[in-house]
């Protein structure tokens, strides 16, 4: 059952690029984006003038994650939203907002009542869960499964890279229905996104080296992350792995923001784990990052660097590099999370934890 794996954890983290393969299956046919149980007509779709993503934990990470590409595709106004927080204002809905509730367990206490409030306030849902029937998909109005297999590890994994691409062909189909792409431009990057399991194998090969690095910082009291644009929600998702699987204070930061704050946590030998922008897609930010690496550097940080191979600047700088396949932009999170699961999860076995069954936490929080 956990195939030579010590955790389902472990299992599930190697199974990534079978699930991120399935769910993106079968959703383009004759050039067209579909999605699975989709009770909303195209008409529904092309009267959507505002997006709500709404989610908690990692299906939120998710959320703010796809949030960068639906806005990118559609030219909607996407507010992704923790459904704790969204339930409890008084968010402004109506017919023609779309409401997308990311859940892999369709049983979440504070998102099912999130899909309730929003469907009272007659919005449309459109619900992404990884199990079939369950009550957040049954009571939306469109479902789109992710199928990335029983997911047993309490810490989820390769739900949520299937959650990221599920909620990148929403964001396909509202191009293709609005027009806000032509049906190529959509078709291209559907054909990314397929690149992307080859991807998350060839990092998943290369994870050796990042187990040797978990296990020299098994003993730090902190770890801090930092990211930019979508590696900002990356290094939200890597903190809170760390979090729940090894009990260290971990904090993710978009690195912008460091100057703001966080820069004061910086002392000798902390180890900041930073999430680098790609050096060719987005120069700019990548630019940016180099200047935040040495701005902590000067403060005494470690340095490790998630980054592409041909970032010279990268490892010309970092203290402890981690390869990862060069992809677009948009993209990048699906591979580089991959080694920050893997990460946290070597931290917590080097303690002596049980990376399936973290402490004080359940699988599924079906009560608030
Ligand atoms: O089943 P859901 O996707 O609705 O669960 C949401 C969160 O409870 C879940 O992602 C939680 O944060 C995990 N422990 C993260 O690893």
Known sequence: EKGGYDYFMLKEIAEQPEALESTM???????????DEQRLSDQDLRDVDKVFVVACGTAYHAGLIAKYAIEHWTRLPVEVELASEFRYRDPVLGRSTLVVAISQSGETADTLEAVRHAKDQKARVLAICNTNGAQIPRESDAVLYTHAGPEIGVASTKCFLAQIAA?????????????????????????????????????????????????????????????????????????????????????GFAAGELKHGPIALIEDGLPVIIVMPSPTGRALLHSKMVSNIREIQARGATTIVIAEPDDEAAA??????????????????????????????????SRGYDVDKPRNLAKSVTVE
């Open 316 to 349: 010309a700088i970092a203290d402890h590099l981690i390869p990862i396949p060069a992809t677009p932009t948009l993209l990048q999170p699906l591979v580089s999370t991959v080694p920050l699961q893997v990460f946290a999860a070597t931290v917590a076995q």
């Open 167 to 251: 909620a990148y062909l929403v964001g396909l189909a509202l191009a293709q229905a609005l027009g806000t792409k032509y049906q190529d431009e959509v078709v291209r990057e559907f054909t990314e996104l397929e690149q992307i399991p080859a991807a998350v194998q060839t990092v998943l090969e290369q994870m050796e080296p990042v187990r040797e690095l978990a296990r020299s910082f098994a003993s730090s009291d902190t770890v801090l992350f930092l990211g930019r644009h979508v590696g900002y929600p990356v290094a939200l998702e890597g903190a809170l792995k760390l979090k729940e699987l090894a009990y260290i204070h971990a904090e």
């Open 25 to 35: 299956s079968g959703h383009l046919q004759d050039g067209r984006i579909v999605l």
